[in-house]
């Protein structure tokens, strides 16, 4: 049986159909989830793509993490179900407080996109296990509020555990602290990146380069062997 | 009916951009004097009913859980206009 991986769609949600289809070609199936659902249809993992969830109003991520369908990724992720966030993904990890810190405004208040240059610094954790550690990989990054601010005794505690899962290179795009540009839990089964693995998946596409696809396949060797 | 004001501050320690490109804009604009610029928001909350203690504990806790995101950002509740 394939692993299914659900694919949360919020009101503002931009990037579920590029995820679903990295999902598809990672050889696990994709099951998309909406928000106001309650139900995960038996998914074992899921993912929390890009986009404005509710127009970023307030703080990027902060409505969309009391919909429903985040009180149940809460209660399965605290369980162990990998989950990931990619760009406002990761900022309503972080507004869960299932990841430390926080999202604000890139320091030059600038939109910015690109290919962003990444160290892959924890090959651990259920998104990761196809990398190596140290490997640099390129894929695109797009976002206001990609700024990642922790108090300093996090900063150091992630750094001694850790669970710094990539870091930015030549250049720090967005004033984040340490260069990080996605971390990890403490049990390495929710990770949360601003860059967009999900549209490194495929050679025809953009730089050509498939430097994203090791997120899903690394999930489907985590959910087929476990 | 009663006011309520939450107003909301990135804390000290944290780098506020946007405050600071208003404060480079000021002396273009004539402005002078002005060493320092941070911005933040304010919320107005139209509370039906009394503000009594039990209201001001919940919009406490409104604040605390949603409006601020205490990791980055300090609030304040105050009442502004007591209800007839």
Redesign the interface.
Known sequence: MTARVGVVTFPGTLDDRDTQRAVRIAGLEPVPLWHRDKDLHQVDAVVLPGGFSYGDY??AG?ISR?SPVMGTVIEQAKAGMPVLGICNGFQVL??THLL???M??????HFICRDQKLRVENADTAWTADYEAGQEISVPLKNIDG?Y???ERTLDELEAEGRVVFRYLDGNPN?SLRDIAGITNAAGNVVGLMPHPEHAVEPLIGTGRTDGLGFFTSILKKLVTS | MARVVVDVMLKPEILDPQGQAVQRALPRLGFEGIADVRQGKRFELEVEGPVDDAALARIHEMAETFLANTVIEDFTVRVEQAGS
């Open positions: 307030l703080r902060a009391f972080t507004e430390p810190g926080a604000l405004r890139n320091n030059h208040l700024r601010v922790a108090d004033g």
